[in-house]
Each structure stands twice: as C-alpha cells, then as structure tokens.
T-cell receptor
Framework: SQQGEEDPQALSIQEGENATMNCSYK?????LQWYRQNSGRGLVHLIL?????REKHSGRLRVTLDTSKKSSSLLITASRAADTASYFC????????????FGTGTRLKVLA | DAGVIQSPRHEVTEMGQEVTLRCKPI?????LFWYRQTMMRGLELLIY????????DSGMPEDRFSAKMPNASFSTLKIQPSEPRDSAVYFC??????????FGPGTRLTVL
C-alpha cells in the first residue's frame, strides 16, 4: 500500500494531556501535511512541513519530520475536548504531482 | 468566503440509478480534487483538475465514474449506473498553488 501509516489507530487521553500521533511512509517526499477531520465534516489543513525542515509549530501543534526514518509526528500540547477528531497525514505520491496519499488516520478522543 | 460548496449533502438512491455530485470550489483556486472516503479504504483520490483540465484520473474506479469541470467554478462527479459498493462520502477540495487543500463538507452517498 502506498498509504502513509499512522499510529496509534486510536488514542484516548484526558484534557490537558499531550497527544502524539505518528506517520510513516515508504518513498521520498518533498513535503508532508497533517489534516484534522471532525466527525461528519471535511478535512481541515493543519500544517505543511517540507523535506528540508525538521520541526514546525502552529499554536499548540508541533510537527516533526525525520526523512531518514521516513516518519513524522504530530504533537498536540495541552489537549482540549475540542481536539477530539481524526488526524491524517498526507504526502504527494511523487514529484511534480498534487496526487496526495492520505494515511489511515488516528482517532483522538480527549476526555473532559 | 463560503469555502468549498458541495451538493447534495446527502443522497440516497437505488442501484442502477445515475448519481451526480456537484462542487463549487473556492473562487480563484486553480486545482480541484475529488476524493472518496470509506471505512474500509480510507480517503482515496479519484481525480484532480488543474485549470479545468483533468490531470490525473488514475483513481477513478471504473468507467461508471466520470468527472467534468466545464468552468473554473463548477465540477461534477457522475456515477452511472450506481452500485451499493459506491456508498461512501465523496469530498471535493480546491487549492491555489500552496499545497493546502480546502475540503468541502462532503456528500454522503447511499446506494440501496
């Protein structure tokens, strides 16, 4: 499968705790993106990290990229009930294309 | 900005019927994507357009599926004839040269 693989598949934490989700892929990439999907809604873009970047921040989100290990992680700090959603990583299937391959997703549940 | 608009939001039809899903991308965006999401297969790219021209339709499952983009503000995805295995949520997304895709709310299709 060309899909990115996220783990864990599901994660349940208490409000205020940090949540870490991981994404692995198989081929070289020039960028990797993370999206959030609330139940019954479309995906919302969170962060794009390029292959020459190791870490990127956006508010309570931190994304890391390790191209040598072909993996990325998304950290949500001080989680809130509103962070409950599915999180997906996405990467282009090749160079010069906008055909993105989405991972299987991590279902995050933040308990109040 | 109204975002990406999809219609209908829900569609229930019987096997063998023609189904047409509609999408209005964000004004000024030059890329449009059609995705299908199911529990079994996750989020799959069906086809994407650039400046109204289909660029990659390798994800279209079979000849029963067709997509058009007659102008920059409208696209359709048609399934004829529909089958129960086509039941899924279909998303349209648009983008303007930043790798960030903006997703619509989706159309939930049920084929009986």
């Amino acid at each position: 499968s060309q899909q990115g693989e996220e783990d864990p598949q599901a994660l349940s934490i208490q409000e205020g705790e940090n949540a870490t989700m991981n994404c692995s892929y198989k081929t070289s990439i020039n960028n990797l993106q993370w999206y959030r999907q609330n139940s019954g809604r479309g995906l919302v873009h969170l962060i794009l990290i390029r292959s020459n970047e190791r870490e990127k921040h956006s508010g309570r989100l931190r994304v890391t990229l390790d191209t040598s290990k072909k993996s990325s992680s998304l950290l949500i700090t001080a989680s809130r009930a509103a962070d409950t959603a599915s999180y997906f990583c996405a990467r282009p299937s090749g160079s010069g294309t906008y055909k993105y391959i989405f991972g299987t997703g991590t279902r995050l549940k933040v308990l109040a | 900005d109204a975002g990406v608009i999809q219609s209908p939001r829900h569609e229930v039809t019987e096997m063998g019927q023609e189904v047409t899903l509609r999408c209005k991308p964000i004004s000024g965006h030059d890329y449009l994507f059609w995705y299908r999401q199911t529990m079994m297969r996750g989020l799959e790219l069906l086809i994407y357009f650039n400046n109204n021209v289909p660029i990659d339709d390798s994800g279209m499952p079979e000849d029963r599926f067709s997509a058009k983009m007659p102008n920059a503000s409208f696209s359709t995805l048609k399934i004829q004839p529909s089958e129960p295995r086509d039941s899924a949520v279909y998303f349209c997304a648009s983008m303007y040269g930043t790798d960030t895709q903006y997703f619509g709310p989706g159309t939930r299709l049920t084929v009986l």
